[in-house]
């Protein structure tokens, strides 16, 4: 017996392990184990604060070079379906204390105690935040991807609960989720971008792009990537009064750089951007002028590529903007 299936077998309930038909075939070493966590019985009978992206919802013994190990399946709850708390001071009091737990599953239990706060009793948790998002990194950052999940679980239901309240603690959770969406692990991959989505949703573009900037320039061609969907997301939310006044100048320039990025979801992302950029200009330039003839000088689209970037620059912005028959002008 591994020191971390014991370990594994001490958060578990008997009750779990006498549902079981395979473990009740083991005999004495079965027993054995049961005691073993009956003679813990007093941890595991504190009160129940609700698990629910949590579930144990199954054990299994697996025998692997002689050796049995306890594999636990978690069941992820979506946020709709979450219900209120059933006991909110004492959950309460005590939240801080379980996120920071070494028991992976009072952590879990905490991290979707959070979800719950932040859903039905948003400001009773607004109270201490700023420690709970701390401890959602330090769980971001746990080698089991059950706690990282449930924590990246938690971080989307904060971004949407409390908006632009997170920004200046969004700094470790964004480079987590960034690390985490690029991985090759797929089921937290997935969790992580859903959760950069509800960032890019809930929290003011114009707070936001300044975070995102750092990541587009990143050595890690993955997260550079993750970085250019949100920033793509990201700006179209800022208006057109909103982009004029952060700079089309400096968004069509950081669009250029991410054409020629290796990765094709970078790519992508600035093609994105270049366009939703060319629509706005278009548009606010068309509403200054009576006749929108006057576009084809010094304020058309192409004048204005070439007055901000580098001829290169501008041509590949040019050449993924255009019409068909303007592409095929530009190639002769």
Known sequence: MSGKALRDLNVLPASGLDKNSDIS???????????????????????????????LNK??????????????????????????????????NTLLARL??????????????????????????????GAVIRLIVKSLKNPRSAVCKTAIMASADIFKAYNDIVIDS???????????????????????EVALVSMTTWVSPMLLLPKLLPYLTNK?????????????RSVPRLGMEGI????????????????SDQLPESREAARALAMQLQAIYVDSQV???????????ADSWEAFCHANLTPLSAQAILRVTATPKEALALSS
């Open 25 to 55: 075939g083991k005999g004495n070493l079965a027993k054995s184990y049961i005691e073993n966590i009956n003679d813990n019985g007093h941890e595991l009978q504190k009160k129940n604060y609700t698990l629910f992206s949590a579930t």
């Open 59 to 92: 054990v299994d013994i697996v025998r692997s070079n002689g050796l049995e190990t306890v594999n636990t399946e978690v069941e992820y709850i979506d946020s709709e379906s979450l219900a209120d708390i059933a006991d909110v001071d004492a959950s309460f």
């Open 100 to 129: 920071d737990s070494k028991d992976w599953v009072s952590t879990c239990e905490a991290l979707n105690n959070v979800r719950q706060f932040s859903i039905y009793h948003k400001q009773k948790l607004l109270e201490i935040l």
């Open 170 to 192: 969004i700094d470790p959770l964004l480079v987590q989720l960034l690390l985490k969406s690029s991985q090759d692990k797929r089921f937290v991959c997935e969790a992580a």
């Open 220 to 232: 890690n061609p993955r997260i550079r990537a993750k970085a250019s969907m949100c920033l793509s």
């Open 244 to 259: 004029k006044a952060y700079g089309i100048d400096k968004l069509i320039q950081i669009a250029a750089a991410q054409l």
């Open 287 to 297: 509403s200054q002028c009576e006749d929108s003839v006057n576009l084809v000088d």
